[in-house]
């Protein structure tokens, strides 16, 4: 069994309900799902400029909580390994 403070389960558990992940995928579906019409619709210049802002925005922000996403993830991994590499405790 592995040891693990009260810090560490803070950690690990504010890693697991991180809210970064579901709006990577929210900005990923709003950035596909205007992306679409946006390359395959004749739209007029005006609804094509709004598309167009929308595509940048949500792929922008797809971008950065995919990157936090990511970052927090690995956080996260690597407390486990840290975990992980204690002697156990019986």
């Known amino acids: 069994m592995y040891g693990i403070t009260d810090v560490e389960l803070d950690v690990l558990e504010s890693n697991y309900e991180s809210s970064s992940f579901n709006f990577w995928q929210l900005c990923l579906g709003i950035f596909i799902g205007f992306l679409v019409p946006l390359l395959t619709v004749q739209l007029s ?40 590499e204690r002697p156990r405790s019986n």
């Open 45 to 84: 210049n005006r609804i094509c400029a709004i598309f167009v802002a929308i595509v940048v925005a949500s792929g922008l922000l797809a971008l950065s909580f995919g990157i936090k996403w990511i970052r927090e993830r690995a956080k996260a991994k690597q407390h486990i390994k840290q975990i992980k």
